[in-house]
């Protein structure tokens, strides 16, 4: 039995070992470098924002009080309603003062009577210069206070000084209203103007003319864009913030007086060095870009790269003399905009950075570097 196996196992015993020496005799096939697509770094526009949160004001807004007192016997308008110039709004009782209009005038014609009567006294010499001028003062202070009745009786016809929409009407019909009393409110909807406190360290980028953005509270979607209109010379002690008024024209009248909502002011535009969104990753709160770059830079900052198995690669050929390489760069980024990243630090000009397959990028890798798509 032994003598059979012995055989068999002789057999098996050099096919391994031709299967062995076959399999050293074959190198194994590295995988070609990643593709990727690289852009350069660039100057760009960046509008950088101030937000804050403001209340919308209507820029023409009329309070109406009453300049006479009175019971209201018409009560002609209601909240919301339009009025133009003129148009009459409260008639207040007349009674009284139509009593007193005609007790002034009976006055004045007792005056006239009388300064006429002395102007022929005068004139015969029956009566002195003295007492005529006496009772021409009376009858010129008896029409004076006829005047002075006839215009309050006026004010018992309450009428808009300007057209406008009625806000909270406060009274109603029968009530006694004081002279002075505000009763209502006249609004222009068609511009509103919003008060926005900007901090000072902002003031020499602020101009006149800039974009003012709205949008409600907790959305990115602007419901209208107004601009500066003015600019406060001051800077609020307390705060260190500059009062800035922007206008918003408001035609469609979707705005309203008193509403409140998000407001970014767009500062003046200023040039940053700038990667697209495509370039930067995201890990552990850090941002990063692939920087390509030559053999000897990766030298600088080799991190984990096996520095001699790629030397080795590009002296046997294997890899190109001039071949790139992915250097995992650290960077500080803005905020975005027009799908571009601000880079305040990490990056140079007309450096290239890889925009696609970065998920498959490692330190120290080498890359095919492909033309990036066009738009």
Known sequence: MNSVRHPQRLLLSLAALVTVSSCKGEAPKQPPPPKVQAVSTQMADFTEGVDTVSTLEA???????????GRILELKIKQGDEVDPGQLLVVLDQAQQQARLAEDKAKSETARANYERYQYLSKTGA?????????????????????STEATLSYNNLRS???????DVTVKLGDVIQTGQVFTSLVQNNELEAR??????YSNRLALGQPVLLSAPGSEN??????????????????QGLLVKAVFPNEDGKLRDGQRLRTRVQINAQQELSVPFAAVTQTSGQSFVFRLGTFEELKENPGKADLEK??????????????QFALQTPVTVGELENQLYPITKGLEANQKVATTNLLNLKHGM????????AN
């Open 59 to 69: 820029s023409n807004l009329v309070e109406l009080a009453a300049q006479s007192g």
């Open 127 to 147: 009566a002195s210069q003295k007492e005529l001028d006496r009772y021409r003062t009376q009858y010129i202070a008896a029409m004076e206070t006829v005047k």
């Open 161 to 167: 000084p300007s057209s406008g929409t009625v806000a």
């Open 196 to 201: 926005v406190e900007v901090p000072a360290v």
């Open 222 to 239: 602007v419901i209208a864009t107004g601009k500066v209109d003015s600019i406060d010379p001051r800077v609020n002690k307390k705060t």
């Open 310 to 323: 790629l030397e080795n690669g590009i002296k046997a050929g294997k890899l190109p003399a001039d071949a």
């Open 366 to 373: 080498p890359v095919q570097v492909q033309p990036a798509k």
